[in-house]
C-alpha cells in the first residue's frame, strides 16, 4: 500500500511584502526624520531672528528680502512640478486610486527643499502631509527600482505613506490605520502588513534621532469622572460645527488668492511670508505648525478673550497659508486649533464653576482628536494617533466620546472627508490622466447592509471591461462562479486594465456602496 505523505508548503507571499515594508520604513525614516529634524533647526534659526529683529528693528529689511527670496524658490519647485503642492495626502490618494500618476524623484527632492523652507520659515502648515508624501515617493521609488507595477506598487506607495506619517510624529500604530482608514480606504492584510512593517521600522529610526517622549508629552488626569462625561458630548458638538466652519474656509482659501489676477499662482506664497513677520515679532510661540503651542496650551497666561484671538489668527493664517499651495500639511495646524479649542471651552466651564481646573488638560487632549475627526472624518486614527503622541491609555473612553459626537456632527450636516473633498477639487483642476495598458487589479469591500449583500455572482451586472477574479473571506481567497453568494465582509477582487481602473472602480463601488432598502 502506497503511503500518503502531506506536503507543507511555506508561503512567502506576505512575508516578502513584510520584508520590503521594514526596509522601505528604514529608508523612509532616515529621509523624513531629516526633513524634520532640517525644519526644527530652521524653527530655532526663525525665532532667534524674530528676537533679535525685536532688538534691532532695522534687521527687518533684511528678513524682507529673505521671505522673497523663499517665495521666489518655492515658486520655481511648484511650477516644475505641481504636484508637490499643498499637503499631499490627496496626491497620495489619487495615486492609490489609480487617478493620478507622478514622477517620484521630482516629487521627493522638491517636495524636501519647498516643505522646509514653507515650514521652517514659520508658517502654519505642518510637516505631516508632506512627510506622507515623501514616504510615497519613495514607496513608489521602491517599486520602480524592483519593478513592482499595479497592485503591489500600490502597496509600496501605501507602506511608505504609513512610515511617514509614523516618523513624522513617531506614530507607527496611527500611521497604519491613517493609511488604511483615511487614504486607501480598504483594511486589505497585505497593505496593512506592509504598512505596519514600515511604520515600525521607520518609527525605530525616527527614536534615534528624536528619543523616545512621547511628541506631545502631557499630563491629564488618570480618570475623567463620571459625572463630567455630559460635557464631552458639548464639546464634541462645539468641535463639530467649527469644523465644517474649517472644512468651508480651507476648500475656498484658493478662490481668494483666484482673484489676485496680478501675482502668478506659483508665487501667491509671499503674501502670507510677508504676513508672518508681524506674527514673528509679537506672537512668537505660535509660529509654525503648533507644537509649542499645543504643550503650553493649558499654562498660557492669558485670558479666554486671549484665547479666542489666537483661534481666530489661526484659523485664518492657517487657510491663507494653505490657499497659496505651499508644500505643507494642515494635520498638524489641525491639532493645534483642536488643543486650543479644549482649552477655551475649559477655561470658560471652570470660570462658570462646572468644571475643575485639573481637567482642563483633559479637554485640550479630547478636543485634538475630535477637531481631526470631524474635519477628516477618521475616528479611528484620530483616537490612536492622540494617545501614541501624548504617551497615554488612561483617556481611551472619553477621548472615544468626543471624537464620535464631533464626527456624528460633521457627517449630519453634509460634511466631506476633507482631503478626499481635495483631491475631487484637484483632479477638476490639475489632472491630465496617464494612460497605461497593462493588467491591474482592484480590491472593493463589501460592507453590511449593501445592496449585493447574500446576492450571487449572476445577479450582479458587473462592468465589461473588468472580470471577477477571487472573493477574499477572512484569510482565505474563493475562485467565484455564478452561484457564488457574496457576503458581507467580503472583499472583491477584481482584474481590469490600468486605463479602466478608475472607471470600473467607480461602477462597481457605486453598486456596492447602494444600500438595501428597509
Known sequence: MKRITKRYFLNFARFSFIIKGLVLGVIVGVVVSLFRLTIEKMMDFVKWSYHIMGQ?????????????VISFITGKLIKADPNIKGSGI???????AGELEMNWWSVLWRKWIGGVLGIGSGLFLGREGPSIQLGAALGHGFADLTKKRGSAKRVLIAGGSAAGLSAAFNAPIAGTLFVLEEVYHNFSPLIWTTALASAVSSNYISMNFFGLEPVLKMAPSRVFPLKYYWHLLLVGIFLGLLGLLYQYMTLNSSKIYDKIKFLPEQYRSIIPLLLIIPIGLFLPLSLGGGNGLIINAVDLPVGLMTLLGIFVLRIVFSTVCYGTGLPGGIFLPILTLGAILGAIYGRFMVDMGLLPQYLVVDFVIYSMSGYFAGIGKAPFTAILLITEMVGSLHHLMPLAVVTLTA???VDLLGG????EAMLSRLLKKDHKEVQGDYSDRLEIP???GSYI??????????????????IRRGEKDTIPHGDTLIHSGDTLVVLTTHANRCHVREKISTITNKMVEN
Do not use: H, N
Open 453 to 470: 449583500q447574500g446576492k450571487q455572482v449572476r445577479d450582479i451586472k458587473w462592468p465589461d471591461t473588468c472580470l471577477l477574479i477571487s
Open 56 to 68: 534691532k528693528p532695522q534687521y527687518i529689511v533684511l528678513w524682507v528680502g529673505l521671505m522673497i
Open 446 to 448: 463589501v460592507f453590511a
Open 416 to 419: 466631506a472627508p476633507i482631503y
Open 90 to 96: 490627496p496626491q497620495v490618494e489619487g495615486q492609490l
Open 407 to 409: 464626527y456624528a456632527v
